[in-house]
C-alpha cells in the first residue's frame, strides 16, 4: 500500500507562485505521478503528470506556467506554479499509477486560492 501527503497549499495573490510537494511512503517502482484538482462544481481534472523516465504532461491550461518534477528515489513529486490565476483556485490532489501492479493512489488534497 501507498500513501502520499501532499503539502504546499495556500492562499496566494494573481501572478504568485506557489510549490506542491507529495511524498510518497512504499516503494512506487514503474509508475506515473501526477496532479488533479478539482474546483467547487465542477469534475476533478488532469493538471500535470510526470513518467519515472522524467517525460511530463501538461494540460493546456498551464502550459508554459507549472513545472512538474520527480525524485524518483524519494518518491516525490512537484508541482512549481507560477502566473497563477484566480482559475487556478481548486483543491489539488497528488496521483500515482503504479503500471506493473496496475495500482492507483491518492493524496488528501491541498487547497490552493489565488485571490486579491
Known amino acids: 500500500q501507498v500513501q502520499l501527503v501532499e503539502s504546499g497549499g495556500g492562499l496566494v495573490q494573481p501572478g504568485g507562485s506557489l510549490r506542491l510537494s507529495c511524498a510518497a511512503s512504499?516503494?512506487?517502482?514503474?509508475?506515473?505521478m501526477g496532479w488533479y484538482r478539482q474546483a467547487p462544481g465542477k469534475q476533478r481534472e488532469l493538471v500535470a503528470q510526470?513518467?519515472?523516465?522524467?517525460?511530463?504532461y501538461y494540460a493546456d491550461f498551464v502550459k508554459g506556467r507549472f513545472t512538474i518534477s520527480r525524485d524518483n528515489d524519494k518518491g516525490t513529486v512537484f508541482l512549481q506554479m507560477n502566473s497563477l490565476r484566480p482559475e487556478d483556485t481548486a483543491v489539488y490532489y497528488c496521483?500515482?499509477?503504479?503500471?506493473?501492479?496496475?495500482?492507483?493512489?491518492w493524496g488528501q488534497g491541498t487547497q490552493v486560492t489565488v485571490s486579491s
Open positions: 496521483n500515482v499509477r503504479k503500471l506493473l501492479a496496475r495500482q492507483e493512489f
Open positions: 512504499g516503494s512506487i517502482g514503474l509508475s506515473v
Open positions: 510526470i513518467f519515472n523516465t522524467g517525460n511530463p
